[in-house]
């Protein structure tokens, strides 16, 4: 398995218990597709250095997690579809 980090930027009109069961369902795509969570960051609400879908805000989270290359495509295909994430992007670490 590979190590990732997933960063994505919730809609700004989630609150805490919504980016909060967001989170679940992320870290539930994961599991479903063989992978792990490590650790879950929320960076919490941050101005965007510029706008998306004439949003000017969204609340940050970064996950550390394990998958496989296979199950990451199946993972980032419903994130893409998510339709309270603004914007996303996985990130290889390691070697």
Known sequence: MNEY???????PDADDDGVTAL??????????QGG???????????????????LNEGT??????????KALAEVERNVKL????????FVRKGN
């Open 82 to 89: 998510h339709e309270k994430i603004l914007r996303y992007m």
């Open 23 to 32: 989170n679940e369902q992320v870290t539930a795509w994961i599991v479903a």
């Open 36 to 54: 792990q969570v490590l650790k879950t960051n929320v960076w919490g609400r941050r101005r965007l250095l510029f706008e998306i879908r004439k």
């Open 5 to 11: 980090e997933l960063m994505y930027i919730v809609h």
């Open 60 to 69: 940050y989270v970064v996950m550390d997690l394990q998958l496989t290359g």
